[in-house]
């Protein structure tokens, strides 16, 4: 069933409950007012000398005795709830019966022993408890309700056509402006076109659902902006290993021409550009995994996490006799273990990699708050902006090893974590500072 199918059904269903109870609210009031009319007659006919004694026309009034006779005698029906009353063991009631194929309204009164009833005009005393039944025909009254029903049916029935009817107009006017919204949409799928903005018009819900499209839109051609310049700059990096492995793989075809000397020099240096395309294989899909990586979330130590990468980077930084010194407070956040732990170590490498032989690394981390500092050259001001972007590299770092991944992955961790990461100089070690804020979780 399509949209416009359920709201044009929608439509003719809620009117066709509407009109079903509204007949059904006006037979019942119509008939309650008419038998209330009757009632009150009946019962402003149970006075003395008021009755008729006319079976058939009008209101006639008729004494029941408890052994089934009746004053006037009459061929009246007299069942068990006549005789109840007529016996005292029921109260005065009103009921509907059927006499002869006609309709007629009752009126049930008991009589106590020995009281004195005008039965058409003639006093009669009761020996024993009695019922005295006043009965009007409303055999007329029920012909008019039926006949009222069919009107009913016929308003309902027309109620039901003219609600179709409406149902289709309203339903083509309504969805007139979703079907330009719709067709907007498959011409953006048709034509590619990302740059593509609908009109958003009015603060309403078809304005809102534009609105929303409209950031979809822009977020995808953002997305996919950085794929096409991630995959630019990937290919950019990865030119100037492979073609430096080409070269010594030439250069390797002609070993016995080489001294023992040169030769494992040539090997060594195609080892380590293979270790480079390896870490920036490694890298860039770590990028690919964007801001929402696999595993679960769950509360980290993240003063453990920190002891743990604070550890590693000790075994590198011995090589050149580097001080590590760290003051690191219990606290916990929530996110992915590897995740967080691949940020630290990042930021860990740099700081060994620029600090200089003898150099110093302090490491904090208190109430969510990571602080890595060094006594290498810095990050000047005007390189500050763009150390987090992929593949940027300062001119100072270019002839050293590395993709210039390795700070864009932080941020992108950082974001995931829903934290932020800056940069700048240490007022007491000379070099950078790179400062994490993660938010922390409060532990019972």
Partial sequence: MTFRSRVIAA???VAAIAVVLACFAAFLTTRDALIH???ESLYAEATPGNGSNSPHFGAYVELVLPNKETVPPADMPIDSTILSVAKGRSPALFRTAIVDGRSVREFIEPIPSGSIVSISGVPYVTKTTAAEMFVVDITGQISQLRSLVRTLVLVAFGGLLLALGLGLLLARAALRPLEDVTNEIE???ETNDLGYRLVEGEADELGRLRRVFNRLLSTVESSQV???QL???ASHELRTPLTSLRTNAQVLSRAQELNPDDLLQLTNDMVTQVDELAALVTDLGELARGERSEG????LRLDECLDECIDTARTYARI????IDATVTPSTVLGRRDRLIRAVSNLLTNAVKFTPTNGHIAVSAIEGTITVSDSGPGISEEDQPFIFDRFW???SARALPGSGLGLSIVAQVVAELGGTVSVDRDPLLGGARFTITLPVVETT
């Fill in 11 to 13: 439509t003719v269903g």
């Fill in 37 to 39: 009319s009757v009632d």
């Fill in 187 to 189: 011409t953006v799928a």
């Fill in 226 to 228: 950085l794929q096409r």
């Fill in 231 to 233: 995959v630019v700059d």
């Fill in 296 to 299: 679960a979330v769950e509360s």
């Fill in 320 to 323: 050149k006799e580097i001080t």
């Fill in 393 to 395: 590299r300062a001119a």
